[in-house]
């Protein structure tokens, strides 16, 4: 396995472009964002289209792909970091060139539908950051883990559990341990970018899914789907998100059997019930990096730093 490409660890002082690559993002959570870049002591760049509004996307297709190729090729912006997801960072990929990351490679941050940017930006060999959207909540547990990978260029060590989360707490779902590198994101992006370049590659690595406002046989059809397209031959551990805000029917099956039924049969170390999705408190995980899973102890470790 070879390393890849590390940013530079934030600090203060760093410029910070803000876009919105997918769905529109209300004036408070733009200046919620700036209000965050500024207690981090970044500049807070906002990008053109970052307000704007058409339809269910924020700004047209050409806008938005104009923002994330600016905010790559400006030597002067040091990291980029999504407002939002919601839906279309798809619709811009064949719009964008990662390469200029080779040269200047800098951090890039966010989850749900952004998991398409972290296939692009990934595809040249970067490390990028599964972590908050800059407009959303930032409680203590998520500043920590935030800082813990980005501003620091060392190992992110075991990654802290939270201590009140008896409604999912982390634990192994398949016993085991396991090594690779971590992949994934958003399960419904993953298995929608299933035949298409950016399709996502578990092999040799350590996969993270979550997922949002879908029912059970919908993230069934999602993992299904991964698992028939071959993406997680080779896979060596899987880590389970949160799946928040799923409608539930009288009688159906608890959702963590339907997960167990799901993921056995790859025969892998599963670690479950990990702060990683839409929820307030989660984690920042910096895909790419060398981790250990241990479905045993209930622990995910970054074994490498992050950021140069």
Known sequence: MTPLLRPPRLAAGARVALLSPAGPVDDGAVEAALRRCEYFGFEGVLAPAARERHGYLAGTDAARAGDIQNAIEDPAIDAIWALRGGY???????????????????????????????????????????????GNAFPPFTEQCFRRVLFRDEPGGVLPALTDCADEPLCGLVRGRAEGRLVGGNLALLAALCGTPWAPMARNGILVVE??????????????????????????????????????????????????????????PVLAGAPVGHVDEQWTLP????????????????????VA
């Open 88 to 134: 279309g960072t798809m619709r811009i990929l064949q719009r964008i060139d990662p390469t200029p990351l080779l040269k200047h490679p800098r951090a890039f941050i966010g989850f749900s539908d952004n998991t398409a940017l972290h296939r692009c930006f990934g595809s040249t060999g970067l490390m990028t950051f599964h972590g908050p959207h800059a």
């Open 211 to 268: 997922e949002v406002s879908d029912a059970a046989y919908r993230i069934d059809r999602a993992w299904t789907q991964l698992l028939l397209s071959g993406c997680l031959d080779g896979v060596r551990g899987i880590v389970l998100g949160r799946f928040t805000e799923r409608p539930e029917k009288p009688g159906e099956r608890p959702f963590r059997d339907v997960l167990q039924d799901l993921v056995e049969p790859v025969g892998v």
């Open 287 to 306: 895909l790419g990096a060398l981790a250990r899973v241990d479905a045993d102890g209930g622990t995910l470790e970054v074994l490498e730093p992050a």
